[in-house]
């Protein structure tokens, strides 16, 4: 399967700010660095500053991710993933929460506190229909999760 091609626009919103880079020619992420010290306290979110912007391509999104390497230490993204629409041209922030040991987790300046990645976006056509038009499946109304308990 031959690979697609994109280009996407960053812009230094502070002249400290690094350009995401990535950690191999095959990683699929490209990292993000904290451009400012930035205490995480436990059980609490904080917003850490990339001093980016960018600009994706219509009909793409970025998805920021927590690492690997600071999510086993305890710091995750509370919502899972960030989504970056290709319209947002703010700064780039990575939502981050501290569950690890500890009463807070300081983030460095110029660590690598996310990375991100690039996925299309189909045009979807939302379609209102009655329950009995939508079908049946095997699974149909069987509870929340793939085994049906709670």
């Given at each position: ?5 994109l ?108 990375q ?10 939302l ?24």
């Open positions: 399967m031959a690979r697609v091609e280009t996407v626009e960053f812009a230094k919103l502070d002249a400290e700010a690094r350009m995401p880079t990535q950690g191999s020619a095959e990683a699929a992420g490209w990292d993000l660095y904290a451009l400012e010290e930035t205490i995480v306290v436990r059980h609490k979110s904080s917003l850490i500053r990339t001093g980016l912007a960018t600009a994706i391509p219509s009909g793409w999104e970025g998805q920021l991710r927590c690492r690997s390497s600071l999510g086993k230490k305890g710091m995750i993204m509370p919502n899972g993933l960030g989504t970056i629409d290709s319209d947002y041209r703010g700064e780039l922030m990575v939502l981050a929460t501290w569950i690890g040991e500890g009463d807070s987790f300081t983030v460095a300046k110029g660590e690598r506190v996310a991100m990645l690039f996925a299309p976006v189909p045009k979807v056509t379609v209102e229909t009655s329950v009995e038009d939508l079908g049946t499946t095997s699974r149909g109304e069987g509870g929340f999760g793939s085994t049906g308990q709670f």
